[in-house]
């Protein structure tokens, strides 16, 4: 099993920046694609970015794409998500998740952190 802990989030304003970290437990988490997932009220939790275990290839969400940079430490157990240019649309709680060997836009991960809250003002 693999227990993922999002940190980072918090309020900006628009045009800020924030970095989220998610620490993963577990001995094998270069073995693990990870990604970021978003929810807002009212909305579906949709797919942010993604990386391979490596730390080789990143997918984005048009949405996020040329803003948001997802990256990992594998000797530290941790992804992150640089986000620039805030915008207010990319208010929502944000999730990391995992899942063994490749990347998934969809939501079909196995496993799943707590979520953090960012919050983006104007």
């Known amino acids: 099993q693999v227990q993922l802990v999002e940190s980072g989030g918090g309020l900006m304003q628009a045009g800020g920046s924030l970095r989220l970290s998610c620490a993963a437990s577990?001995?094998?988490?270069?073995?693990?694609?990870m990604a970021w997932f978003r929810q807002a009220p009212g909305k579906e939790r949709e797919f942010v970015a993604g990386?391979?275990?490596?730390?080789?290839?990143?997918y984005y969400a048009d949405s996020v794409k040329g803003r948001f940079t997802i990256s990992r430490d594998n000797a530290k157990n941790t992804v992150y998500l640089q986000m620039n240019s805030l915008k207010r649309e990319d208010t929502a709680v944000y999730y990391c998740?995992?899942?063994?060997?490749?990347?998934?836009?969809?939501?079909?991960?196995?496993?799943w952190g707590q979520g953090t809250q960012v919050t983006v003002s104007s």
């Open positions: 990386i391979s275990g490596s730390g080789s290839t990143t």
């Open positions: 998740a995992a899942n063994y060997a490749v990347i998934l836009a969809t939501t079909h991960y196995p496993y």
């Open positions: 577990g001995r094998t988490f270069s073995s693990y694609a």
